[in-house]
């Protein structure tokens, strides 16, 4: 049996076990909400709606609030000078899963919630779900597991990482080299680089992979040093110095 629901302004066909992404609810993962807008019922006994059917509903559990992928918007006008522009968008979606569909008997006293940039009441959200099987609890697991392996994962990085020998207390002759010139090094990166003893090109130049593990970890991008090239470029920007 599949049925036919309008919910944001879009009509869709769902079945038991189906995943849905619907424009954004005001629910939370794990519970359970009812769309009481259906339009049809089809089966061995279809049933049409003029327009809704009485009664009818569909139920699903909320699996997460999600965002759809992003869309480009460009606008350039003719015979202006420099009037152009590019947005981008991504649209809030809320991620669910039909539990069951309800030809009749149907609670169809919804309550508000938004969608998208609106509101309809063209369902109903349960606190409290009656199923006995939640699979929130079980989607919480997961991260369970990782935060158990996590300290371990912390533990190997710290045993590679190892504090750079030629850190300073401050630059030398009170003249500290401009570390923005380094692709992806900005004012407030470069303040960062001074608290951890940074000041000189040099000094970025000669670390090695565990120091670079050290530095990454202190300045909380996993990975961007190397990513960046900031080894190589600050023995360029040094050698120019000389």
Known sequence: MF???????????????????????????????????????????????????????VQAEVIDQVKADKVIHYVKRRRKHSSQRTKGHRQKLTLLRVTDILASGADGTGVKAAIGTGSVSGFAVEAAAPAPAKPAPKAKAAPKAKAEKAPEAEAAAEAEATKPANLLSEAREGKPDDLKKISGVGPKLESLLHENGVFHFDQIAAWTAPEIAYMDD???????IERDGWTQQAQQFASEKE
């Open 3 to 57: 049925a036919v629901l309008k919910t944001g302004g879009k009509q869709y066909r769902v079945q038991a076990g189906d995943l849905l992404r619907v424009e954004r609810i005001a629910a939370q993962a794990g519970e359970t909400v009812q769309f009481n807008d259906i339009l049809m019922i089809g089966g061995d006994s279809p049933v049409i709606g003029t327009p809704m059917i009485d009664g009818a509903g």
């Open 218 to 224: 202190k300045l909380s991008f996993k990975g961007r």
